[in-house]
């Protein structure tokens, strides 16, 4: 295990690991921000005795392998997310998200396993977001499992369309989504439950 220690001696991340036959095997890697995760990288990735460093349970988006410096001495394999979400209260899952932009949407939410439908207007300001039963028309048609991956801001509303699972009823509208449903970072798990 490798500890890594603010300015005042003040632990601010760790990184777990083991080394077997030359390869060294990072488990879990937690820190306060950026900086501190560089810094253990670093330290890890210039272990002597090994010739592969494997980082297990790093975020998609992570910058970790831009920060190489030969891009391709990276891979990516073994990709699992392990974290769902299913919203059972839309209209108060919806209002206690965060938001960046404002905007207003007409979801229309399926969800076939509690036999459940409701249309609801999304209106997001200044941060805030209300969210109401609506009879107007729909902007997007989706189910709630739809509903839950794009509520965390892992997956954009229109890759969702363009697959089939999400209906746009107007131009513009899965642009918009993509908008509203945006997150400053994917998801992620770092430990499944």
Same mark, same amino acid.
Not at 54 to 78: C, I, M, N
Not at 91 to 99: I, S
Not at 110 to 131: I, M, N, S, W
């Given at each position: 295990?490798?500890?890594?220690?603010?300015?005042?001696?003040?632990? /601010?991340?760790?990184?777990?690991?083991?080394?077997?036959?030359?390869?060294?095997?990072?488990?879990?890697?937690?820190?306060?921000?950026?900086?501190? &995760?560089?810094?253990m990288a670093r330290f890890l990735?210039?272990?002597?005795?090994?010739?592969?460093?494997?980082?297990?349970?790093?975020p998609p988006d992570h910058p970790?392998?831009?920060?190489?410096?030969?891009?391709?001495?990276?891979?990516?394999?073994?990709?699992?997310?392990?974290?769902?979400?299913?919203?059972?209260?839309?209209?108060?899952?919806?209002?206690?998200?965060?938001? &960046?932009?404002?905007?207003?949407?007409?979801?229309?939410?399926?969800?076939?396993?509690?036999?459940?439908?409701?249309?609801?207007?999304?209106?997001?300001?200044?941060?805030?977001? /209300?969210?109401?039963?609506?009879?107007?028309?729909?902007?997007?048609?989706?189910?709630?499992?739809?509903?839950?991956?794009?509520?965390?801001?892992?997956?954009?509303?229109?890759?969702?369309?363009?697959?089939?699972?999400?209906?746009?009823?107007?131009?513009?509208?899965?642009?918009?989504?993509?908008?509203? &449903?945006?997150?400053?970072?994917?998801?992620?798990?770092?430990?499944?439950?």
């Amino acid at each position: 295990m490798v500890v890594h220690r603010d300015t005042e001696g003040v632990p /601010d991340g760790y990184a777990s690991y083991a080394i077997e036959s030359g390869t060294l095997t990072v488990d879990e890697t937690i820190s306060t921000g950026d900086a501190v &995760f560089t810094a253990m990288a670093r330290f890890l990735l210039g272990h002597d005795l090994v010739s592969r460093v494997v980082f297990k349970h790093v975020p998609p988006d992570h910058p970790l392998r831009w920060q190489l410096l030969d891009f391709r001495a990276g891979e990516v394999s073994g990709d699992t997310d392990w974290l769902w979400v299913r919203l059972l209260d839309i209209p108060r899952a919806l209002t206690a998200r965060g938001w &960046f932009v404002d905007g207003e949407l007409v979801l229309d939410v399926e969800d076939p396993f509690l036999g459940e439908h409701g249309r609801y207007l999304l209106t997001v300001q200044d941060g805030k977001a /209300d969210c109401v039963p609506t009879d107007r028309e729909p902007d997007l048609s989706l189910d709630v499992s739809d509903l839950g991956s794009v509520y965390l801001g892992g997956v954009a509303p229109s890759t969702l369309v363009r697959a089939g699972h999400i209906r746009a009823h107007r131009l513009g509208a899965a642009a918009q989504a993509d908008a509203l &449903f945006r997150a400053e970072r994917s998801p992620h798990c770092l430990h499944w439950f």
